[in-house]
């Protein structure tokens, strides 16, 4: 995966990893999919390096989230009852990854998700973000926050040789960092 620190919704963090032309692999990826707990572990690692081990602020703060590419696609418009949220009640068949395929995975908070509705963003929750205990919560497509895209690898390595401080820029003027 690659975390990009930039703050943007669900449609525009889908975009921007749609849109990124990678200069060392291929152009448009999708959002982060997250099918094992190996796989969240390595998104809430991302977000810890990024914004550190710590609560960031309130428990809403966008430097405490992350965007991944998990929407549900049917019956998304109204309030679930109190009797209805919650993990155990959590129907894969409703919810997709944005490459097409259904959660085989999922690690909810305590209630989640409950699809509350909201009148500022006049929508309901049903976009994921996790957090930086790797736990997950469906949310407002609206909310702007960093996100992760997939990749198909750990490690970007570039063939030209170049000294430490241009690899560092290079990485830096992608929005990434580089391996310690």
């Not at 703060?61 to 019956?75: A, S, T």
């Not at 959660?103 to 305590?110: G, Q, V």
């Amino acid at each position: 995966y690659l975390l990009f620190k930039a703050y943007k919704d669900f449609n525009g963090a889908k975009d921007a990893c749609h849109n990124v032309d990678w200069p060392f692999t291929h152009k448009g990826i999708e959002l982060a999919s997250v099918n094992s707990e190996e796989e969240n572990k390595e998104i809430r690692i991302l977000l810890q390096l990024a914004y550190g081990i710590k609560q960031v602020g309130s428990r809403y703060n966008r430097d405490n989230w992350v965007w991944v590419g998990l929407e549900k696609i049917q019956n998304n418009n109204f309030t679930l009852a109190t009797n209805m949220r919650g993990p155990t009640n959590f129907d894969t068949n409703e919810w997709q990854w944005l490459d097409g395929t259904h959660p085989k995975f999922s690690k909810w908070m305590r209630d989640m998700p409950d699809q509350e509705f909201s009148r500022r963003f006049r929508d309901y929750q049903n976009h994921v973000m996790i957090n930086k205990r790797g736990f997950w919560d469906d949310t407002f497509p609206e909310i702007e926050a960093p996100y992760a895209c997939n990749y198909c690898g750990k490690y970007i390595v570039v063939q030209e040789f170049v000294t430490w401080h241009h690899a560092k820029h290079l990485c830096e003027s992608y929005g990434l960092m580089m391996a310690k």
